[in-house]
């Protein structure tokens, strides 16, 4: 089992959760972050003091898959986050040692 | 002989409403414009006002602004002191040959006026301040400073009394509803206290935008709104000065917004919602001492002139290095003497004042009377509020500790937060772990 783990930007949220749906990926887990990469922050004036805002809001998506569905769903984030532009965001997977659904207790594949 | 005018009467009652309004609108803006853990202690202080000052004028504030002359320097308090007298039908001021409003309306009208002047300077002080001490400052000023500036100018010979103040009956500058009584005043010292308390942790280093810009523009719209009682109220009844100055003082606001949002797009790139609602407040507070004595036209020159020198006014503080917080000094006290001394310059005889100024072939006469007017006042309101803000620091402290600046005045003078949005319910309010809400409440009451 894997933990992916997407940073996008907010406004592609809508897309990316219907492609993910499209494809068949049953459930997330969506929080606001901010934060930088290369594309730095911007700049904002108030009367006339200008102010350099490094943090921009962005969403990070978390998604548990089986092991086989991780390139897939990358791929799918990727597809439907991208705009080609500077501050599109970064996705990454890393193991996860056990998963278990509250409402069950089911464990492991199961519970994904 | 005049007697009551139930027009004009009712014009003033309800210009008193629309001032009155206006503190609660400068609540708005100048809450939207600090961080977000200062809103309610900023917001507070214009109610703080609101609590004090009412009370004052009942007891003395209205006998010593409007009360008969001592020396045209303040009003005698015994004259009118709990409002004696004022209740009798036959307590009227003259409005005309043969108009006149009831007493009471004239202390409600200016009621208002006083609760603002130094709501005002609250701006100066944002996110530092502890609420008893501004709470005795609101108190100390208006009987030192505002009720004897707004006598030299609001109190008129044979008015409310048979002798008023020196610079509105002396020198005869022209203040037709407070550039010099309200904003110089209150820009001189709100600069005095920000000089007394010093800047803010961060100051010029640290972002310190400001947490909700629709508060802003909610309370400009609210002080716009509320202005046109404050303007054209001022002619204390409903005829052609008022209406005069109702379109003047739109006009002059609207150019203002304009002029400053011109400056802001050529020397910083955009536009903004803040300089909007800035340039609507510098426009306002230009216009105020000059609406009955300019003409429409003369109007929109003086709002573009004053949204321009304000939207460069309010750089000064970095330039300087004092922390106004919210631009009192760059707004009220630039946008005041511009529109003070404007009129020396600006002035019509065409207009309900009757007199030319300097453009319109008057000469300097009325031009050296606007000055003299706006410097005693800049001059005597800055050196006394810094001798009470000073006296204030020394003795009881007037800024809050380290600790509760950096967490905030709101927790620490208030134990309030102003918004909750999608908190995580743990941790908050009495339902902690550990914690009910009825044994939160004690612990408070105890």
Known sequence: ?112 | MPTINNGDTAWVLVSAALVLLMTPGLAFFYGGMVRVKSVLNMMMMSFAALAVVPVLWVLYGYSMTFGNSVGGVVGNPGDFLGLKGLMSTDAIITVSKDHAIPAMAFVAFQVAFAIIAVALISGAIADRAKFLTWVIFVAVWSTLVYFPVAHWVFAFDGAASEKGGWIANGIKAIDFAGGTAIHINAGAAGLALALVLGKRLGFAKEPMRPHNLTLVMLGAALLWFGWFGFNAGSALGAGTTAAVAWVNTCVATAAAMGGWLLVERYRDGHATSLGAASGVVAGLVAITPSCSSLSPIGSIILGLVAGVICAYAVGLKYKLGYDDSLDVVGVHLFGGLVGTIGVGFLATADAPAAVNGLFYGGGVDQLWRQTVGALAVLVYSFVVSYLIGLILHKTIGFRVDTDTEMAGVDQGEHAESGYDLAGIPGGRGGLAIGGHLSHSTSEVNA
Not at chain 1, 6 to 28: Q, Y
């Open chain 1, 1 to 112: 089992m894997k933990l992916l783990t997407a940073i996008i930007k907010p406004h592609r949220l809508d897309d990316v959760k219907d492609a993910l749906s499209a494809f068949g990926v049953t459930g997330m887990t969506i929080s606001e972050a901010s934060g930088y990469g290369r594309q730095r922050g911007h700049s904002e004036v108030y009367r006339g003091a200008e102010y350099s805002i490094d943090l921009v809001p962005k969403l990070r998506i978390e998604i548990l898959l089986d092991d086989g569905d991780v390139d897939d769903v990358a791929g799918v984030i990727v597809k439907s986050a991208q705009t080609g532009r500077i501050g599109d965001g970064k996705i990454w997977t890393i193991p996860v040692d056990s998963v278990i659904r509250v409402r069950t207790g089911e464990r492991g594949s199961d519970a994904v």
